[in-house]
């Protein structure tokens, strides 16, 4: 990213909310259900599987926790009775309630989980910044063990120096593990800072998960991460139910069907809601060009 880009990614936050909708529109599925299963739909013609995200995070109210709980439960109804295929639940703890109280969000998972488990679907726990990350692994190690493996699944940043203790003391047999960089901007005493350095610790813990019999959500754009992860694929000789790319809505679509092309099971991880601020924000920071572009509308040149 260019020194401009750079800047201008540095200060989103105070650009405009309206321009940031604007520009984050490709990155969000909508703000209602309707809009997200419509999109699912979309994906499914192209061949892809789907997780949605049910916008919001860091709560600081019951109240709100309490309604993304519901929220979740009418998604999954609402999957089941419009027979909506293979599209699974992306959920962050901090919408639940996490930094509020730990005991509350195990109980909100829980009743979310008890309904995925009604209709038969799956819940991956998004991975936060750092202040989450033990509270998160407990309430997955938790989970996993009321719901088993086939319900629920974790998340792990390569960006992090702990990733790859966290993967050997999680991955057993059958379990459902998500792999990606990391996006929150971690102190260099617990984060790597430098591209090559997370990459390393990518293609290392896929490894490891490989080689302990994880089902593995292979989250990544990098093309040099796809390619390091299809030679280990290779290696480890794994048939395609055992793992699955997965891109984010609106980035690198042309990438995305190039790897369903190659006979690669793809899923889309798919937000909405009303609450899509802070989430386009780290998107719009992640592309450069979608940077300058928002530069550019605000001098009046885009
Ligand atoms: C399905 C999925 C789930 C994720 N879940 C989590 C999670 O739970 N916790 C977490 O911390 N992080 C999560 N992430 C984000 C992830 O950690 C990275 O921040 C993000 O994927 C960018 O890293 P990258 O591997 O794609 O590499 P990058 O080097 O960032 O991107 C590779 C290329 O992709 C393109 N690109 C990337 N982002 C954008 C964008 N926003 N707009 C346009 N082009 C772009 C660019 O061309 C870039 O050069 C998730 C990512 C995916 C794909």
Same mark, same amino acid.
């Given at each position: 990213m260019g020194l401009i880009d750079r800047t201008i990614s540095m200060t989103l936050p105070v650009v405009p909310k309206p321009v940031v909708r604007y520009f984050s529109r490709p990155y969000i599925a909508g703000t209602t259900m309707a809009d997200a299963l419509n999109v699912v739909r979309e994906?499914?013609?192209?061949?892809?599987?789907? &997780? +949605?995200d049910v916008l919001g995070e860091f709560v600081s109210r019951d109240e709100e926790a309490s309604a993304n &709980?519901?929220?979740?439960?009418?998604?999954?109804?609402?999957?089941e009775s419009e027979s909506v295929r293979e599209a699974h639940a992306s959920v962050k703890l901090t919408a639940l309630g996490l930094l509020i109280d730990a005991d509350r969000c195990l109980e909100n998972m829980r009743q979310l989980m008890?309904?995925?488990?009604?209709?038969?679907n799956f819940v991956r726990i998004d991975m936060e910044d750092s202040s989450c990350t033990d509270k998160t692994l407990a309430i997955y @190690?938790?989970? =996993?063990?009321?719901?088993?493996?086939? %319900? *629920?699944?974790? *998340? $792990?940043q390569s960006r992090l120096h702990r990733t790859l203790a966290d993967v050997d003391e999680h991955a057993v047999?059958?379990?459902? $593990? =998500?792999?990606?960089?990391?996006?929150?901007?971690?102190?260099?005493?617990?984060?790597y800072t430098d591209?090559?350095?997370? @990459?390393?610790?990518?293609?290392?813990?896929?490894? %490891?998960?490989?080689?302990?019999? *994880? $089902?593995?959500?292979?989250? &990544?754009?990098?093309?040099? +991460?796809?390619?390091?992860?299809?030679?280990?694929i290779g290696?480890?000789?794994?048939? =395609?139910? =055992?793992?699955? $790319?997965?891109?984010? +809505?609106?980035?690198?679509?042309? +990438?995305r069907r190039q790897l369903i092309a190659d006979g690669h099971r793809l899923r889309v991880?798919?937000?909405?809601?009303?609450?899509?601020y802070a989430y386009s924000v780290r998107r719009l920071r992640e592309n450069p060009q979608i940077a300058g572009h928002v530069f550019r509308a605000l001098v009046g040149r885009g």
């Open positions: 994906l499914g013609e192209q061949g892809a599987t789907s &997780t +949605l &709980t519901e929220a979740y439960i009418k998604l999954f109804k609402r999957i008890h309904q995925a488990e009604a209709s038969g @190690r938790r989970l =996993r063990e009321e719901f088993g493996h086939h %319900r *629920v699944g974790a *998340v $792990f047999q059958g379990a459902n $593990f =998500r792999l990606c960089k990391g996006i929150y901007l971690e102190p260099e005493s617990i984060a591209d090559r350095r997370i @990459r390393k610790n990518f293609v290392e813990a896929l490894d %490891r998960m490989f080689g302990s019999g *994880v $089902f593995v959500g292979i989250a &990544t754009h990098d093309d040099w +991460l796809v390619e390091e992860s299809i030679r280990l290696k480890h000789g794994l048939m =395609r139910d =055992r793992y699955e $790319f997965q891109m984010l +809505l609106g980035v690198r679509e042309p +990438l991880y798919v937000p909405f809601g009303a609450n899509w």
